[in-house]
Every structure is written in structure tokens, then in C-alpha cells.
């Protein structure tokens, strides 16, 4: 391991003695919503701080002025760029994902390194993706002595997510990529979330888990949208289809600088692979019946797919099911879409 650069690993420069977490001391206890079926852990980070470990560099207010300034740079509000303050709520971030020595870690927009900074001292190995290509060259440049951090400057959205993962984890002469999956960790824009959502969770034979600081509202409509409201949508039967979703933590908007007009959440998404996805034929002709389900979101569904079959063949389905003949989207489970699927599909 002493041969290759990427286990390089050198001391991080320290912290100042003058520390403070703001945590809640008694969070309360685990609820589980029976309709969503996840569990929810309500905690919560009170105010901005962070973490006494003398192995570590200040990114509080004036640590992260301090880097922005030295690019002569500011926040841009066309990426979403809010950063992290709160030490304590990045070591919760490694903490959810269970980060440990040796772990392969996709970061995804690390801007002054925050996040990186705690990811590193746990003992990752990290890909990181950042488009702000100022910010991608002053984390370079703050880890370099570490050779435990790859960059590369691209738009998470748009790159080939998987061949960069395939190539870096060869890089890696201790791990085996064909046995091996990395982890996901970010403190996400709130702007691109459900992109990102979208794009990794079907990427369970290269990742076992996504960790992501998103938008507090975005997070509980992810996680525990309920049956027959206005918030249940085609995006809530793809999280269930590929992960098993978790609200772990609530962040206050004081966190972030600038200070953003939303709280946030901590929420992981542990990703299942393909033989533990719900028995449909292909994903790809399922999603296209939920996503024409919703598409008429009030209409009944012998309607919204009457385009994939007659409405009697819809009606005598639903109550194969034992769903009454004028249900809606809304009212059906992710299970209950499997099962119309299978029956209304010509496999």
C-alpha cells in the first residue's frame, strides 16, 4: 500500500481549541410510518460549529470566507452553492454512511473541502465531481499532499458517472473492482437533488449507499410521502423500487452560508441490487406504466392506461388485486403497481 500515491496519507492541518457543536442531547426516539414503511430518526443540528478534533482545519464562517477569497470568488446561486458551516452535521453525513478506513467515496460538489476534510480523516479514499471548476482546483490543491482525493471537473448530471467510478476504483491496487462498491456522500445543490436521485439509486452494482444533504421538504417527500396526498408521485415508487430510504437528520438554514430560504435533512438511501428489485419484466416498460398513471393523476387508471390496454382488461386487473375498478394512482402501492404491471404487460 506504501507504493501507490493514493495512500499517501499525511497530517491535515489543525484545528483552533475554540469549539462548539450545537446538537440536540435527548433526540427523540425512531417513528416508522406505516403508510411509507421507512424509518425516520427526527435529530437535529441547532446551530453552526464544529468538531473539536485537533486533526482537522477549521471550515467554519471565516475558514470558508477565508478559501473563497483566495480565489477571489463567491457563492453562485445558478449551482446552488451553499456552503457547509457545521462540522458536527459533515460527521453525521460520514457517521450515516458509516464511513471507515479504506471506504471508496464518490463526493459529489465538495467546494472548499468541508466535507472532504472529515471523509479523509475517517479514512476514505475519494472521487470527487465538481463543476465550479475554481472550486475544483482549491480542494486539488488543499488535499494534495494526502493522495487519498481524485477531482475531476464535471457536471454531475452529464458524466459517465459509472465509467469514472469502474476507473477509479482500478486505480486502487487494494480493491477489487468487481467485487467492490463504493459509497456516496454530499452535501448536494439543492437544485440538482432529484437529478441526482435519479441518476444513482439504479446504480446498485457499483454503489451500496447514497448519503445526501438535500432540501428538508425534498427529503420527506422523498422519504415519507403517504398514500391518497398531493405529494405521492411517480419519484416515490422509483426510491422504494431501488433503495430503502431513511430521514436521518434535520439541519437549520443557519448552517449554511449564505443562508439559504429552506432547512435541510440528512437522508440515506441504502441501494438494493438488481435481483432484489420488485419481479417486473423491465424496469424501463414498468416506470413508463407509473409514470402514464400519473401522467392523469386524477383520472382513474382504467383511463390514464387505457393506451396499454382495454379499460375492462384495466378493471378486471385492479380487482384480481382487490382494488375497486375506479382506483387512482394514488391509492396504489408500489407493490400494487408490480402487480398490475405484471398482469396488464405482456412479458
Known amino acids: 500500500m506504501a507504493s501507490s500515491p493514493l495512500f499517501s496519507v499525511q497530517s491535515l492541518p489543525p484545528l483552533s481549541s475554540s469549539t462548539t457543536l450545537g446538537r440536540s442531547l435527548n433526540p427523540p426516539t425512531p417513528t416508522y410510518n406505516a403508510t411509507a414503511g421507512v424509518q425516520r430518526r427526527r435529530l437535529y443540528i441547532a446551530c453552526a460549529g464544529r468538531s473539536s478534533s485537533s486533526s482537522r482545519s477549521p471550515d467554519d464562517y471565516h475558514g470558508t470566507l477565508k478559501a473563497l477569497n483566495s480565489r477571489g470568488r463567491f457563492p453562485r446561486k445558478s449551482l446552488g452553492q451553499h456552503?457547509?458551516?457545521n462540522s458536527a452535521i459533515n460527521e453525521q453525513l460520514a457517521s450515516a454512511a458509516n464511513v471507515k478506513e479504506g471506504d471508496v467515496v464518490l463526493e459529489i460538489g465538495p467546494g472548499t473541502g468541508?466535507?472532504?476534510?472529515?471523509l479523509l480523516d475517517a479514512g476514505a479514499v475519494i472521487l470527487a465531481i465538481e463543476k465550479d471548476q475554481h472550486m475544483a482546483a482549491l480542494v486539488s490543491e488543499r488535499f494534495a499532499s494526502t493522495g487519498k482525493l481524485k477531482v475531476l471537473t464535471e457536471?454531475?448530471?452529464?458524466?459517465?458517472?459509472r465509467s469514472h467510478m469502474s476507473s477509479f476504483l482500478g486505480s486502487i491496487k487494494s480493491v477489487d473492482p468487481k467485487s467492490r462498491r463504493a459509497k456516496v456522500i454530499s452535501n448536494l445543490p439543492f437544485n440538482i437533488s432529484t437529478?441526482?436521485?435519479?441518476?444513482l439509486l439504479p446504480m446498485g452494482d457499483i454503489f451500496t449507499e447514497v448519503v445526501l444533504l438535500l432540501q428538508d421538504e425534498t427529503a420527506l417527500r422523498l422519504v415519507e410521502s403517504s398514500l391518497r396526498t398531493s405529494e405521492y408521485r411517480p419519484i416515490n415508487i422509483f426510491v422504494n423500487f431501488y433503495s430503502d430510504p431513511e430521514y436521518i437528520l434535520k439541519v437549520p438554514r443557519t448552517n449554511f452560508f449564505p443562508q439559504p430560504n429552506v432547512d435541510a435533512a440528512v437522508v440515506t438511501f441504502k441501494l438494493k441490487q438488481a435481483p432484489d428489485y420488485?419481479?417486473?419484466?423491465?424496469?424501463?416498460?414498468?416506470?413508463?406504466m407509473v409514470n402514464s398513471a400519473f401522467n392523469g393523476k386524477r383520472k382513474m387508471l382504467r383511463r390514464s392506461l387505457q393506451h396499454m390496454c382495454t379499460s375492462l382488461e384495466i378493471e378486471n386487473?385492479?380487482?384480481?388485486?382487490?382494488?375497486?375498478?375506479?382506483?387512482?394512482p394514488e391509492e396504489l402501492t408500489l407493490d400494487d403497481f408490480v402487480k398490475l404491471h405484471n398482469l396488464i404487460v405482456e412479458v
Do not use: E
Open 155 to 161: 457536471d454531475i448530471i452529464k458524466c459517465h458517472v
Open 83 to 85: 456552503y457547509m458551516l
Open 317 to 328: 386487473a385492479l380487482g384480481n388485486l382487490g382494488l375497486p375498478a375506479t382506483s387512482r
Open 114 to 118: 468541508s466535507l472532504t476534510n472529515i
Open 278 to 288: 420488485p419481479p417486473v419484466s423491465s424496469p424501463k416498460s414498468f416506470f413508463s
Open 195 to 199: 437529478d441526482v436521485v435519479k441518476l
